[in-house]
């Protein structure tokens, strides 16, 4: 009797957890170093974790926010590397019409496995982690929190991301070790009857990697909701004095809490479609109208769930370099609520080619309209800050800005999208694909960035390269307008997106795009080896306060606890080393 591949490797998945369950269980005190108000068990340390084990256990078994902050930023940079080079080879096969650079290696099929690989790793395993990274590291240094609320589902958030990694990234390497469990090729989206008729258990163990993935992501929103309600200092950070970015993450994880069951429920629903012949999506059932109805009503919240953090990032760091406070900062605030509720009703907008009901259709626009209002609050706010600010062009600054600008470019190719005669016409286009990818990457993506610089020296206590800093903003600001916009074009043209082939007519545009895209990449090089190396070979910095935060009176709870842990180091004996850098007031 032949035993099937797909046997092999859940057998394997479910001996490697439980050795790693088995491993964890036989340590003594793992957990010991927690603080009482996070948590824990033993003396309350703060911040500090100073029993912290040594080595590779230390961070297989920490429940410290400040080091899963890290490893979320590690994996989700990990996560951007796999996103950006699958881009690449999507890009690279579609600067000649013909299938001819992939042909060799699964030709469509191949294309369409990256593809589907490609927005799921960007969406779920780069910007998600990477925002996550940034709040479990600062939310409880910004709310005077000893630690996030439940650092032990905090850890377990975390340690569930890589399995379920494994399991959506399986199809692609899975062969090549003789195991015959090929890569999903449904696209992102997952539409039925597509993803309920293809065949291959390699789609299965996708969608399982896709639970995981929302398992995660729900833990985590609790936490973060706990512990900016519940572990907050009221005294010293009274809902009043609450910052931007914490708004940000309050309001995301709502959106999650709500949106995040519904694309559970729907992917249970394929899973039993699939394996136990019920018919939710078929005909007879729902229909492949139920799967786009359930999977955008989480998909486009989800589009904020993603924006919304990095709007209060650079709401957060751009009055830093503008030398004065951000304007209007309860409109901010009132305008990231109201975007949280308003989400809940523009998800049919993408639907509108479906032959919906055009009084729905009609509906569904004029809340999509609706939603532009409070993100042109956010725009004119951080003009308004800029204007007669004395500017610092600073690294997080540059980025800050970029962010403005993609984020106008992607909000206006969307508020045309939202309108129904312009979408009939640009549904299925690239032009969809150049609005998106203004948004994923030019906003989002330069906003993690610029809160990677802002706050590399605290996670470091060093000081990253600025000559490489510069280069990355650059390559990306050119790179990514080049690229997008010539999408956009060739969406005006008539391009359909995901096809790898197309009428040679589109060549040209698809060769800028292409162009745009190495320029990228080129860009994104410089800033994984600048994160790297200055890490562990960057000048220490000789201060607490390297932004000269002090003189504008930002210098927020974040920077003052990173003071005090200055201090306690060089009472406790530490050292600076000698090739400190200066205050690095401009880049």
Do not use: C
Not at 241 to 265: H, R, V, Y
Not at 310 to 333: C, D, E, Q, W, Y
Not at 421 to 450: C, E, K, N, R
Request: no cysteine; glycine share 10%.
């Amino acid at each position: 009797m032949a035993v099937s591949p797909e046997l092999v490797f859940s057998v394997l998945m479910g001996l490697l957890l439980l050795i790693v369950a088995g491993w964890l269980t036989r340590l003594e005190d793992w957990q010991a170093y927690t603080p009482v108000g996070g948590g824990g068990y033993g003396e309350s340390t703060g911040h500090g974790h100073e029993e912290k084990p040594a080595g590779l256990t230390r961070w297989l078994t920490t429940v410290d926010h400040k080091d899963l902050g890290i490893l979320y930023s590690l994996f989700g940079i990990v996560a951007f590397a796999w996103g950006g080079i699958t881009a690449m080879l999507m890009r690279v096969e579609l600067t000649t019409p013909g299938m001819d650079f992939l042909a060799s290696f699964g030709g469509i099929g191949l294309y369409n496995a990256l593809l589907t690989t490609h927005g799921i790793t960007m969406l779920f395993l780069f910007a998600a982690p990477l925002i996550f990274g940034f709040a479990n590291y600062m939310i409880p240094l910004l709310v005077d929190a000893d630690d996030m609320a439940f650092p032990r589902i905090n850890a377990i958030a975390f340690w569930i991301l890589p399995f379920a990694t494994i399991l959506m990234w399986a199809g692609f390497f899975l062969p090549l070790i003789g195991i015959d469990i090929q890569a999903a090729k449904t696209s992102w989206t997952l539409y039925t009857p597509l993803s309920t008729q293809m065949q291959g258990t390699g789609v299965d163990v996708f969608l399982l990697g896709f639970h995981l993935s929302g398992f995660s992501t729900t833990m985590g929103a609790i936490n973060f909701i706990a512990t900016i309600v519940a572990e907050r200092d009221s005294v010293s950070v009274p809902w009043s004095k609450l910052d931007i970015f914490s708004w940000t993450i309050l309001t995301q994880g709502g959106l999650i809490l709500f949106a995040f069951p519904i694309l559970t429920a729907a992917i249970t629903m394929l899973l039993l479609d699939r394996n136990f012949g019920t018919t939710f999506f078929a005909g007879a059932g729902g229909g492949a109208m139920l799967w786009q109805h359930l999977f955008w009503f989480f998909g486009h919240p989800e589009v904020y769930i993603l924006v919304l953090p990095p709007m209060g990032l650079v709401s957060l760091i751009l009055p830093r370099f503008a030398g004065r406070k951000l304007f209007g900062f309860k409109f901010v605030v009132y305008s990231t609520l109201a975007i949280g509720i308003l989400s809940f009703g523009v998800w049919a907008h993408h639907m509108f080619t479906t032959g919906m009901n055009p009084r729905l259709t009609a509906s569904f626009m004029a809340i999509s309209l609706a939603i532009g209002i409070p993100s042109a609050v956010k725009v004119f706010n951080w003009i308004t800050t800029l204007w007669n600010g004395k500017l610092r062009m600073t690294a997080p600054m540059l980025f800050s800005v970029g962010f403005v600008q993609n984020f106008i470019i992607g909000g206006v190719t969307g508020v045309f999208l939202a309108a129904v005669p312009f979408d009939l016409v640009m549904q299925d286009t690239y032009y969809v694909v150049g609005h998106f990818h203004f948004i994923v990457f030019g906003a989002i993506g330069f906003a993690l960035f610029a809160a990677m610089y802002y706050w590399f020296p605290i996670m470091t206590g060093r000081m990253y390269d600025r000559k490489l800093a510069l280069w990355h903003f650059w390559l990306s600001i050119i790179g990514g307008n080049v690229t997008f916009i010539a999408m956009l074009i060739l969406g005006y043209g008539g391009m359909p997106r995901r096809y790898a082939t197309y009428l040679p007519q589109f060549m040209t545009w698809h060769a800028v795009a292409t162009v745009g895209a190495f320029i990228m990449t080129f860009g994104v090089i410089a800033f994984i080896w600048n994160i790297w190396q200055s890490s562990k070979y960057g000048k220490r910095i000789d201060s607490a306060d390297p932004w000269n935060l002090k003189q504008s009176d930002q210098f927020s709870n974040e920077w003052q606890w990173y003071e005090g842990k200055r201090q306690t180091m060089l009472a406790d004996g530490g050292e600076e080393e000698s090739d400190d850098v200066e205050s690095n007031t401009a880049d």
